[in-house]
């Protein structure tokens, strides 16, 4: 089922009204009871923030990284370029951008250059 899909259907349901139909449901109907109401609103707010989540997503995010793009993104480190807009230029999180750098050990996890061994 689609996230829009998935929303139609609650707020019709919070709303007291059949998804399939449009027609009112019965006042003793399950959905009706207050309770029941609040779960629904509860659960459509969190489908909502989902919803918001993945439009706000760079186009890049959760795509492979290619071994150019792992280069690209060390000379810009390399060349004092900041993490937002290596991100940026990338399509991707800042918070990925910081976990390729420390899994290519350019970084460590506290964001600054590895120290020397």
């Known amino acids: 089922m689609e996230l829009q899909e998935a929303l139609q259907i609650m707020r019709a349901l919070a709303s007291g009204?059949?998804?399939?139909?449009?027609?009112?449901?019965?006042?003793?109907s399950i959905y009706r009871r207050t309770k029941i109401?609040?779960?629904?609103?509860?659960?459509?707010?969190?489908?909502?923030?989902?919803?918001?989540?993945?439009?706000?997503?760079?186009?890049?995010?959760?795509?492979?990284?290619?071994?150019?793009?792992d280069a690209q993104v060390c000379e810009e480190l390399k060349?004092?370029?900041?993490?937002q807009q290596i991100a940026k230029q990338h399509n991707r999180s800042v918070g990925s951008i910081v976990a390729r750098?420390?899994?290519?050990?350019k970084i460590s996890s506290s964001g600054s250059p590895p120290k020397a061994a």
């Open 37 to 69: 109401v609040t779960a629904l609103n509860r659960g459509l707010a969190a489908l909502v923030q989902q919803e918001e989540r993945a439009r706000n997503r760079p186009a890049n995010a959760g795509k492979y990284w290619s071994r150019e793009e």
């Open 79 to 83: 060349n004092g370029t900041d993490f």
């Open 17 to 28: 009204v059949d998804p399939e139909n449009g027609e009112a449901l019965d006042p003793n």
């Open 101 to 105: 750098l420390v899994k290519l050990g």
